[in-house]
């Protein structure tokens, strides 16, 4: 394993980094699992599922997962060679906000909640959407701001898309039925001189690819 594996089902899931791994898993719920293989080469893959338990999403489940989708793939359209690292959390958080403003919780609008001095959103999508993968799972993160946040992406390089969104079941902000729902969805990516190779596309991504996903588990189960 490149890293501990974060399994976290429920009201657990808006937690970050819950590597205590406890915890039942209720049928309806949703089950994030954050987990990466080191291979012998000694990387590291980095990769997020959210899976329902039950095999299908609810419906409330299935919005919040389709925004975090799309915030995924705006991320993925943002990372091209030479643009900024940091265009890719731009990216993602603005299809984020744009979701809570139009479910009504945003408090703020769009633009000043992606304005620098308002960032109201990252109530729920609290981390960055990005970081470089490699010998370790966060590689360099501890390097310069302009070699990170304000680099320049390009050929070779190899990061992680991640958004989420994380609704506590304590959050008296939000409607009742977002509570206790926490998304995330994270692929590595390899950027080339064409744009950005989803290393991890052999996992399912989109809502119904889960679905299939989890039925042909559950079909080898009962064989
Ligand atoms: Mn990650």
New binding site residues.
């Given amino acids: 394993m490149g890293y501990d594996t974060i399994a976290a089902s429920g009201n657990n899931a808006t937690v970050l980094h819950w590597t205590r791994n406890t915890g039942r898993i209720h049928a309806g719920e949703l089950l994030l699992l954050d987990a990466g293989v080191e291979a012998d080469s000694l990387y590291t893959a980095?990769i997020t599922r959210t899976l329902p338990a039950s095999g299908t999403f609810s419906e409330i489940q299935r919005k919040v997962y389709q925004a975090v989708l799309d915030a995924a793939d705006a991320g993925f359209a943002a990372a091209q060679p030479g643009t900024k690292f940091r265009d890719i959390h731009t990216a993602a958080t603005t299809v984020l906000a744009e979701r809570l403003a139009g479910w009504g919780i945003l408090p703020v609008s769009v633009e000043e909640a992606i304005s620098p001095e308002g960032q109201q959103h990252r109530r729920w999508m609290p981390h960055g959407t990005s970081?470089h993968l490699g010998l370790d799972v966060h590689d360099c993160a501890q390097a310069k701001r302009e070699l990170y946040l304000d680099g320049v992406l390009t050929e070779g390089m190899v990061f992680?898309i991640?958004p989420g969104l994380y609704f506590k079941k304590e959050d008296l902000a939000i409607p009742e039925e977002y509570r206790g729902i926490g998304v995330r969805i994270?692929d590595d990516i390899l950027m080339t001189a064409d744009g950005p190779v989803n290393l991890s596309a052999a996992l399912p991504r989109n809502a119904e690819d889960v679905e299939d996903w989890m039925a042909g588990i559950y079909r080898t189960e009962e064989a």
Avoid: A
């Fill in positions: 980095d970081h992680t991640e994270e």
